[in-house]
């Protein structure tokens, strides 16, 4: 069984930062691409940013390029999601998830089959 879990939000003021971590138990993700999604409130689950098995490509939604920075270190099976320059409509609850073997990178979220349960960012203006 695939457990992952999400930890390092809260709130902020706009223009602060956070890090997100996400580590994942019952599966070495050194060998699987990673993710971030996140839902905000009324909305629909939307792609943030996706890393590759070692780390040589990445790829972010548009709203967030040059703010955020996803990472990994496979030595402690763990992803990260560095936020700066956050702005109010950041808010949202954060999800990491593994991708599908072969998965390169993507946005698209059904090509991930482990999530976890999320990690609320609220951004206050």
């Known amino acids: 069984q695939v457990h992952v879990v999400e930890s390092g939000g809260g709130l902020v003021q706009a223009g602060g930062s956070l890090r997100l971590s996400c580590t994942a138990s019952?599966?070495?993700?050194?060998?699987?691409?990673m993710g971030w999604f996140r839902q905000a409130p009324g909305k629909e689950r939307e792609f943030v940013a996706f890393?590759?098995?070692?780390?040589?490509?990445?790829g972010y939604t548009d709203s967030v390029k040059g703010r955020f920075t996803i990472s990994r270190d496979n030595a402690k099976n763990t992803v990260y999601l560095q936020m700066n320059s956050l702005k109010p409509e950041d808010t949202a609850v954060y999800y990491c998830?593994?991708?599908?073997?072969?998965?390169?990178?993507?946005?698209?979220?059904?090509?991930?089959?482990?999530w976890g349960q999320g990690t609320q960012v609220t951004v206050s203006s």
């Open positions: 890393i590759s098995w070692n780390a040589r490509s990445t």
């Open positions: 019952g599966r070495t993700i050194s060998s699987y691409a």
């Open positions: 998830a593994t991708a599908l073997r072969y998965i390169s990178g993507s946005s698209y979220s059904h090509e991930y089959d482990y």
